[in-house]
């Protein structure tokens, strides 16, 4: 489907009749592969999906594609009288440490406890950033290397596809450029710095364009 997708996008949009499109690679798990999963709330306050073309939230009972340790926690959160709330999000780390994300355009974050469960839970709203408990990032390991993702900072959600992503590139851009001590590396969009961070010491300067400070942070971090 991806495939179909890009190739009807280079047809419809770049006016190329037969663009040479290698077939996707697709990812090492079908299921339980998100490091990150993001809800709406109900009226009730149920957790749910917006269905398509729609607002309309679906309460959901179960989840296929969540990290286990996301799919262990998420189905015991209750947000029933709790108003405000724009989408809740849940991220993993790679020792298993949670953050609980809070979307909200109220500046003041809701009355939440979450003692019974080790996890840290972040408010954010209108840019702003609060720590409620625990800490304002997690880590991911990527081909060994730890990334500090902040609450409002966006990164791959597909731990394995990241690794295979930065594989491909640390191998492929050699055959088509030479990075050299001199070279200028741009890194468009360039997030907490996933790409950046195995290419850097290749070249003599790397910018990265970025529009989320929370990433700029990371990325400097990083």
Known sequence: MKSDILI??????????NPP????VSSLKSFQYRNHVQFHLSKEGKLGYQKAHSNEVLIIQECHIPDPVLNWIWPKL???NLSGLNRIGLRVGTQEEVQLILESDDPSPPELSVEEMDISVVHLSKGDSLVLAGSPEVVIEILDRPFHVSA????????????ALVE???RTIPKYLTLRPDSILIDAYCGVGLF????????GKLVGIESS??????????
């Open 8 to 17: 009807e996008q280079f047809q419809r949009i770049g006016g190329i009749s």
């Open 152 to 163: 409002g900072s966006f990164f791959q959600v597909n731990t394995s596809a990241a690794e």
């Open 21 to 24: 499109v290698l077939p996707a």
């Open 213 to 222: 400070p929370d990433s700029v942070e990371d990325f400097i971090t990083n």
């Open 78 to 80: 209750s947000f029933e």
């Open 196 to 203: 950046s961070a195995f290419l850097a010491d290749s070249v």
């Open 168 to 170: 491909h590139l640390i």
